[in-house]
């Protein structure tokens, strides 16, 4: 079983930008399709980008294409998620997941593992 441990969240003005980081262990990172989500208070969690698991695929949630950009190393077991000209509507709770099935699957919440949470805050 992968364990996942998110970093980088923060406050930060509109138009900056932040670098979230999830790290793996327990498990062989490079076989593993991960995605980052983000959840609102009183929103579903909803998948902000994935990238397959060696890097050669990813997507964007449309509301962040041009913004933002997965990426991850495999040699350090982690992925990344760069945030640029970050919008009020950008603040959330942001995951890590994980998972051993296509990244097509990360369309849905309900499948992997996932880490703790880091909170994003964009203000005005």
């Known amino acids: 079983q992968v364990q996942l441990v998110e970093s980088g969240g923060g406050l930060v003005q509109a138009g900056g930008s932040l670098r979230l980081s999830c790290t793996a262990s327990?498990?062989?990172?490079?076989?593993?399709?991960m995605g980052w989500y983000r959840q609102a208070p009183g929103q579903q969690r909803e998948l902000v980008a994935a990238?397959?698991?060696?890097?050669?695929?990813?997507n964007y949630a449309d509301s962040v294409k041009g913004r933002f950009t997965i990426s991850r190393d495999n040699a350090k077991n982690t992925v990344y998620l760069q945030m640029n000209n970050l919008k009020p509507e950008d603040t959330a709770v942001y995951y890590c997941?994980?998972?051993?099935?296509?990244?097509?699957?990360?369309?849905?919440?309900?499948?992997?593992?996932w880490g703790q949470g880091t909170q994003v805050t964009v203000s005005s």
């Open positions: 327990g498990s062989t990172f490079s076989i593993y399709a």
């Open positions: 997941n994980a998972r051993t099935s296509s990244i097509a699957t990360m369309r849905s919440a309900m499948l992997g593992s």
């Open positions: 990238i397959s698991s060696r890097g050669g695929s990813t």
